[in-house]
């Protein structure tokens, strides 16, 4: 069955420093995601991405994030500068015109 | 704009009792999805069921079984027999079409299952 692929696993950093957040979603898939979720608390949405270009994105996706789909098959996640308070969870998910979504396993960032 | 309530915090059962999981949405959208979704201990977000708006029979899958009652606007989780590895947070989503296109999934808050043995 075809899965939506996240590394690293788990990620520590120190404050203030870039993290890159990998994702490869599944091959014939047009809709990317990523969502976020703080300890003990609900999934957020992030951002959508369809067609090379930001579709939706909350409030929570400020100045530090970015996405980007570098080639044909990675999806990433960029975290400019991070805060404690960005110590989460980290979902990616694709889905196809009209599918249901497929999530990946998450990475865990752990902000220090 | 969306909204899922899963009412229920946390449920704790015994073993091979069967358990409901409720969730109420609300929606203006007259096309839209349900999901189910389990995250185990490990953390991963593991797909169960989706739901079109249109298609309001009951689903059976194995000791699970969904009941999707639109006039109540409720698409709860069941249960049955319930194991220890059933133990994990379930999220109830809901997504709408949005001007951009794509469904955008709106989760609940969990609710948080144990069984014990």
């Known amino acids: 069955e075809p899965e939506v692929t996240q590394t690293p696993s788990h990620q520590v950093t120190q404050m203030g420093q870039e993290v890159i957040l990998r994702c490869v979603p599944i091959?014939?898939?047009?809709?990317f995601y990523w969502y976020r979720q703080i300890l003990g608390q609900k999934v957020e949405f992030l951002v959508s991405f369809y067609n090379n270009e930001i579709s939706e994105k909350s409030e929570i996706f400020d100045d530090q994030f970015s996405v980007e789909r570098p080639d044909g098959s990675n999806f990433t996640l960029k975290i400019r500068s991070t805060k404690l308070e960005d110590s989460a969870m980290y979902f990616c998910a694709s889905s196809g015109q009209g599918d249901g979504y497929t999530f990946g396993s998450g990475t865990r960032l752990t902000v220090v | 704009a969306q909204k899922v309530t899963q009412a229920q915090t946390e449920i704790s059962v015994v073993e091979k009792e069967d358990v409901t999981l409720d969730c109420v949405y609300e929606t203006r959208d007259t096309t839209y999805y349900l999901f189910w979704y389990k995250q185990p201990p490990s953390g991963e977000l593991v797909f169960l069921i989706r739901?079109?708006?249109?298609?309001?029979q009951n689903e059976i899958s194995g000791r699970y079984s969904w009941n999707f009652q639109k006039s109540t606007s409720s698409f709860n989780f069941t249960i049955t027999a319930s194991q220890v590895v059933d133990s994990a947070v379930y999220f109830c989503a809901l997504s709408g079409a949005t001007s951009g296109g794509s469904y955008i999934p709106t989760f609940g808050r969990g609710t948080s299952l144990i069984v014990h043995p």
């Open positions: 091959s014939n898939h047009l809709y």
């Open positions: 739901r079109n708006s249109f298609d309001e």
